[in-house]
């Protein structure tokens, strides 16, 4: 990439945004922050729960990690986020013009895997449907590119970076 963006690295739970996005973020040389660390506590003990958040749980959490890209604008910065909804990363984007998106993908039987063998997160894999259920693929009129989660992190992170460099400066 050209010039320091804030690319927010999506998907479902269990598609590896916690390991990819520092991954990423080393390799592009700029800070990491991991987007569960926005949600308020009330969110966290819903999903331990195993209860989905509505938008009206998510919206106070996409405003903190929207404030976070905004304050990384013109520096860089990779911040994980699930973005499932069109509207969640709208939000973002209102908050924090210009952010990228790396939409990581994978079929549900490898991602509810992944989740099955992960241990001390707070969202069981009983949220999974749920999360598949909400998602709303990368639009074409979106700055982002979609990643597929097969292969190792950093075959992974590698593919990321290949097709961030690939695009085209986003209109602020």
């Known amino acids: 990439m050209n010039t320091p963006h804030v690319v927010?690295?999506?998907?479902?739970?269990g598609t590896g945004k916690t390991t990819i996005g520092p991954l990423l973020a080393a390799r592009l040389g700029v800070p990491y922050a991991e987007g569960d660390d926005f949600h308020p506590q009330s969110n966290i003990a819903k999903m331990s729960a195993g209860t989905p958040l509505t938008d009206d749980d998510r919206w106070p959490w996409l405003d903190a990690i929207g404030d976070w890209a905004q304050g990384r604008a013109g520096?860089?910065?990779?911040?994980?986020?699930?973005?499932?909804?069109?509207?969640?990363?709208?939000?973002?984007?209102?908050?924090?013009?210009?952010?990228?998106?790396?939409?990581?993908?994978g079929d549900r039987a490898l991602i509810e895997d992944r989740m099955s063998h992960r241990q001390g997160h707070f969202m069981p894999p009983a949220l999974l449907d749920s999360q598949f259920a909400t998602l709303q693929p990368l639009e074409p009129d979106e700055a982002g590119?979609?990643?597929?989660?097969?292969g190792?992190?950093?075959?992974?992170?590698?593919?990321?970076?290949?097709?961030?460099?690939?695009?085209?400066?986003?209109a602020p």
């Open 8 to 13: 927010v690295v999506m998907g479902v739970a």
């Open 75 to 105: 520096l860089g910065g990779v911040v994980s986020c699930s973005a499932l909804k069109r509207s969640y990363r709208d939000r973002l984007r209102a908050v924090a013009p210009g952010v990228i998106f790396v939409h990581l993908t």
């Open 152 to 170: 190792s992190p950093e075959e992974i992170t590698g593919r990321a970076a290949t097709a961030l460099t690939s695009l085209s400066e986003p």
């Open 145 to 150: 590119v979609a990643v597929s989660v097969t």
